[in-house]
T-cell receptor, first 116, second 114 residues
Framework: AQKVTQAQTEISVVEKEDVTLDCVYETRDTTYYLFWYKQPPSGELVFLIRRNSFDEQNEISGRYSWNFQKSTSSFNFTITASQVVDSAVYFCALSSMNTGFQKLVFGTGTRLLVSP | DGGITQSPKYLFRKEGQNVTLSCEQNLNHDAMYWYRQDPGQGLRLIYYSQIVNDFQKGDIAEGYSVSREKKESFPLTVTSAQKNPTAFYLC?????????????FGPGTRLTVL
């Protein structure tokens, strides 16, 4: 069975603080893909990043960075110098080659509140 | 601009009535999906379609029905058999239905059953 756990239900920070959102996944497949999506108050999910199971390199995109560690089955997301516009719900998701199609298994999401 | 449109944004229905949610995409994507989101929960897959005239049940298909007569359109009907239909419904599409393709989401429809 596949599962994604986002243990942090809600995080509150003050603008300019760094914040890390945790994601732990479970899968027996050797080939899989991990995703992060952002859901702003408007409701539409916005794709942030995809990482495949064979690529453990960390990635940085502006103020966003991602730390993928297969040894701990984690794919954590860090926002540096947070801004009010980062306030949203963030979802981590997992898909696998063995499902035969792209079935995304989502975590329950972490709500990030950035106050001025 | 390419994207996914869902209508209406808010929908109110009386208990026992069927209701159809619209989803249209102009991204030329083959695959389309319907998800349900409840407060404090992740998204759960209702139905998906990999190609026109074909669709498959997801994890929570009971009480829902879909059709895929055109590549651009994937409407979802919430039937009276759905026990708890009040939720936020999201439509998505991807180029093809493979695990590595990111899905693009519409703005969602919030359905409230009175």
């Amino acid at each position: 069975a596949q599962k994604v756990t986002q243990a942090q239900t809600e995080i509150s920070v003050v603008e300019k603080e760094d914040v890390t959102l945790d994601c732990v996944y479970e899968t027996r497949d050797t080939t899989y893909y991990l995703f992060w999506y952002k859901q702003p108050p408007s409701g539409e999910l916005v794709f942030l990043i995809r990482r495949n199971s064979f690529d453990e390199q960390n990635e940085i995109s502006g103020r966003y960075s991602w730390n993928f560690q297969k040894s701990t089955s984690s794919f954590n997301f860090t926002i540096t110098a947070s801004q009010v516009v980062d306030s949203a719900v963030y979802f981590c998701a997992l898909s696998s080659m063995n499902t035969g199609f792209q079935k995304l298994v989502f975590g329950t999401g972490t709500r990030l509140l950035v106050s001025p | 601009d390419g994207g996914i449109t869902q209508s209406p944004k808010y929908l109110f229905r009386k208990e026992g009535q069927n209701v159809t949610l619209s989803c249209e995409q102009n991204l030329n994507h083959d695959a389309m999906y319907w998800y349900r989101q409840d407060p404090g929960q992740g998204l759960r897959l209702i139905y998906y379609s990999q190609i026109v005239n074909d669709f498959q049940k997801g994890d929570i298909a009971e009480g829902y029905s879909v059709s895929r007569e055109k590549k651009e359109s994937f409407p979802l009907t919430v039937t009276s058999a759905q026990k708890n239909p009040t939720a936020f419904y999201l439509c998505a599409s991807s180029m093809v239905a493979t695990p590595y393709n990111e899905q693009f989401f519409g703005p969602g429809t919030r359905l409230t059953v009175l």
